[in-house]
């Protein structure tokens, strides 16, 4: 079985300070990584994801990721919070280079963000 | 441009009812899949289809009913048989071998009244 843990429910930082939100995850597989983020009332957005090639990935809005195996983490961040980051991030797990039987989420993090 | 489009964006259920939400893209995806959201508890998979008139129980498909008659649909049915329905619900797609992950709607709400 594979499983996504996101440490902390709520983050919050201060606008231009180091966003950091915290993935790790359990499979037996290879995984496929991806975050997601969330607005109130709205679908979810791709972030970012990672499909076993470079293991330092580079997504919209300023956020990046890295891929280490040995610690089974997919941390997101980014350097500098804008007020527009505020929102709901959810990291999620595809088992063996292969999507296509549904995604495992993890129960997200709300980030937000202090003037 | 292309995409997935739920309707409607907020429903109201009465007690003993069945509604039934919509999901249709134009992605030319293969696979579509129906995620339930509640609070704290992130994403869950009711039911997913990787080819037409096909369809797979995800994690929690007990009192919901899907189809998948044409590529681009993917209708899903609260029953009766669902005890708590009132959530956010997710519609997706994605295209096979691809890792490009997954196009969400922008969801349905259904509140139980």
């Known amino acids: 079985a594979q499983s996504v843990t996101q440490l902390g429910s709520h983050v919050s930082v201060s606008e231009g300070a180091l966003v950091l939100l915290r993935c790790n995850y359990s499979?037996?597989?290879?995984?496929?990584l991806f975050w997601y983020v969330q607005y109130p009332n709205q679908g979810l957005q791709l972030l970012l994801k990672?499909?076993?090639?470079?293991?330092l990935v580079k997504g919209i809005n300023g956020f990046e990721a890295e891929f280490k195996k040995s610690e089974t983490s997919f941390h997101l961040t980014k350097p500098s919070a804008h007020m527009s980051d505020a929102a709901e991030y959810f990291c999620?797990?595809?088992?063996?280079?292969?999507?296509?039987?549904?995604?495992?989420f993890g129960k997200g993090t709300h980030l937000i963000i202090q003037p | 441009d292309g995409g997935i489009t739920q309707s409607p964006k907020y429903l109201f259920r009465k007690e003993g009812q069945n509604v039934t939400l919509s999901c249709e893209q134009n992605?030319?995806?293969?696979?579509m899949y129906w995620y339930r959201q509640d609070p704290g508890q992130g994403l869950r998979l009711i039911y997913y289809?990787?080819?037409?008139?096909?369809?797979q129980k995800g994690d929690i498909a007990e009192g919901y009913s899907v189809s998948r008659e044409k590529k681009e649909s993917f209708p899903l049915t609260v029953t009766s048989a669902q005890k708590n329905p009132t959530a956010f619900y997710l519609c997706?797609?994605?295209?096979f071998g691809t890792g490009i992950g997954y196009t969400f709607g922008s969801g349905t709400r259904l509140t139980v009244v």
């Open positions: 992605l030319n995806h293969d696979a």
């Open positions: 499979s037996s597989v290879p995984p496929y």
């Open positions: 999620a797990l595809a088992g063996g280079y292969e999507e296509a039987d549904g995604l495992t």
């Open positions: 990672y499909t076993s090639a470079a293991t």
């Open positions: 289809s990787q080819i037409v008139n096909d369809f």
């Open positions: 997706a797609s994605t295209r």
